[in-house]
């Protein structure tokens, strides 16, 4: 169903995003320096998220950031999902069909599982790192 869909890639980006939160936060001395550290993160993902900049939109120097992005392949799959679930409705399926073609959208549920997965792990291993290194958390 549409529902399980969106929830598994909604969480599965929640899950990175929070990852990477917690990254920066260990990183990071203060709350004020955590914030200004992860802004260049959010920009990349954000500005470089598969809907606003698209593969064919945006230049092919650039085109990276849409392929390590996680906010990308996440709009990308939740985009098919929604034209499959609207798929009898003609002037719903037009349309998503129009952003699949015109976005260089690809069903890759796989990769992006794959990519979507590899950032929270870069994320948590960095994290466990700088805990360790930066913090001097003992056990």
Request: glycine share 2%; aromatic share 14%.
């Amino acid at each position: 169903t549409m529902f399980s869909s969106i929830y598994l890639w909604t969480t599965l980006l929640a899950v990175t995003m929070d990852a990477m939160y917690l990254m920066v936060a260990a990183v990071a001395k203060d709350s004020t320096t955590a914030i200004i550290m992860s802004a260049p993160f959010m920009m990349l993902f954000l500005l470089f998220n598969g809907f606003t900049s698209t593969r064919s939109s945006v230049v092919p120097w650039m085109r990276w950031a849409i392929e390590i992005s996680p906010v990308a392949y996440a709009i990308q799959q939740i985009t098919f999902t929604a034209m499959w679930a609207y798929e009898d409705n003609d002037g719903l399926n037009s349309s998503y069909n129009y952003i699949v073609t015109t976005s260089d959208y690809q069903d890759q549920p796989i990769r992006a599982v794959a990519v979507i997965a590899s950032c929270f792990a870069v994320f948590k291993i960095i994290q466990m790192v700088c805990f360790h290194c930066l913090n001097n958390i003992r056990r």
